[in-house]
């Protein structure tokens, strides 16, 4: 649980405000049970037996670690069927984010009914908001296509997934602390659906049941405390077509656009591949013909720098709020594309391929590898089958 250890680094700069008790009423036994996925993980055995208390206190308090408030307490009790937390060691005005994210999860689950019942909801899915990352002390926003089930089930974590893992290796590459990624990962999903990994296809055609959703979510959290925007990346093709129909702006893969969630807010948007789209473009089984192994490692160096200029971008805009979006987005494309392109091709090759440190640097050093990354700039090369929806 690398992501929920080491957040003392607020804890200096975080200890004069972080004293205070918040108390807020979450709503009823009914209301809370909805909006937790409770149970969450429960098939005749659950395999973590907790009450709705214990697991409400359970998401908070990954909140609150997130936040930098290590020495925070989530206490969550039940009177007459409303229940009501109690988080001391944080700062007045702590549980307004936290209420408007189970308010706009009221509006998801309005949608997810409507979805059902118009016998669309499949039955192994789950109504899973964002919960358990950090409510104030965000630096960037992550939209993202849906949750997968395991999230929810095994891990109890939304921040826990092959995704989001991968994202957060990314970030620590470009100068984030592995323990201050999270505020880095305020994820907002289209679908807030935690399916399986592979339900990307069947989510298609849902969105629309989401919008009250999707726009309250963005607008609630794409902006700090102090009212700044906060930097997005819209990851993969849904997400980014989501972007689209929704503010008529096109972001491709390292593609810049504005948007403006509500008067007077402007929210620079950079478009990603999906986190997960590297294994799909380096796997040798996407392509045909003799040379699928070398087409596979091309199209997955060509994903690698995509991907670490996108991370570079998310950093470098969330660490100092204010900067030129386009500046930074072409600082980060010469960083990694150009002259870092050998440490490009490495970390390809030890968290794609699963080299080793050596291994790698020898395999980058070889004629027909250098070739490939003199076009690392260039569009990865096309795949035989199609993409899947990411």
């Known amino acids: 649980m690398l992501k929920l250890t080491g957040l003392a680094f607020a804890a200096l700069t975080l200890s004069a405000t972080a004293h205070a008790d918040v108390d807020l009423k979450l709503g009823s036994t009914e209301r809370v049970t909805r909006l937790f996925a409770y149970p969450n993980n429960c098939n005749v ?37 409303q229940l009501y937390a109690d988080i001391s060691g944080v700062p007045k005005g702590y549980e307004k984010p936290l209420a408007a994210l189970l308010d706009a999860g009221d509006l998801a689950y309005t949608g997810a009914k409507k979805l059902n019942a118009d016998s669309k909801w499949a039955y192994n899915w789950y109504l899973f908001l964002p919960l358990g990352m950090a409510l104030e002390n965000r630096k960037s926003v992550e939209l993202l296509h849906f949750p997968p089930d395991y999230s929810l089930t095994q891990a109890q974590d939304y921040l826990r997934s ?51 959703y999707q726009t309250t979510m963005v607008k609630e959290v794409s902006q700090n405390t ?22 008529g702006v096109t972001v491709d893969v390292l593609g810049l656009a504005t948007i403006s969630p509500k008067t007077g807010l402007n929210v620079p948007v950079l478009g990603s591949n999906h ?52 500046a930074q987005l072409k600082s980060c494309t010469q960083t990694w594309q150009v002259t870092q392109k050998e440490k490009t091709c490495e970390l390809f090759y030890t968290s794609i391929r699963n080299l080793t440190p050596e291994q790698a640097a020898a395999k980058c050093a070889t004629t027909p590898i250098k070739a490939q990354l003199q076009q690392l700039k260039a569009p990865a090369p096309a795949t035989a089958i199609p993409a899947p929806a990411l």
């Open 162 to 212: 092959a995704t989001t893992d991968r994202w957060a290796t990314l970030l620590t590459d470009n100068g984030i602390p592995a323990e201050q990624t999270p505020g880095y990962q305020t994820i907002i999903d289209i679908a807030p659906i935690a399916a399986p990994a592979s339900a990307g296809k069947d989510l298609e055609g849902v969105y629309g049941y989401f919008k009250d």
């Open 45 to 81: 055995i659950c395999f973590r037996p907790w009450t709705l208390e214990q697991t409400v206190e359970h998401y908070l308090t990954q909140s609150v670690q997130r936040d930098g408030y290590s020495a925070a307490k989530v206490r969550v009790k039940t009177d007459n069927h």
């Open 275 to 326: 986190p997960s789209y590297i294994w799909y473009a380096a796997n040798p089984d996407s392509y045909t013909g003799d040379d699928a192994q070398a087409t596979a490692d091309a199209a997955g160096l060509t994903v690698m720098g995509q991907d670490l200029s996108a991370a570079c971008w998310q950093a470098g805009m969330g660490s100092k709020p204010g900067s030129d979006p386009a």
């Open 226 to 247: 102090k009212g700044a925007a906060l930097p997005m990346v819209a990851f993969g093709a849904p997400v980014r077509y989501w972007i689209k129909q929704q503010y």
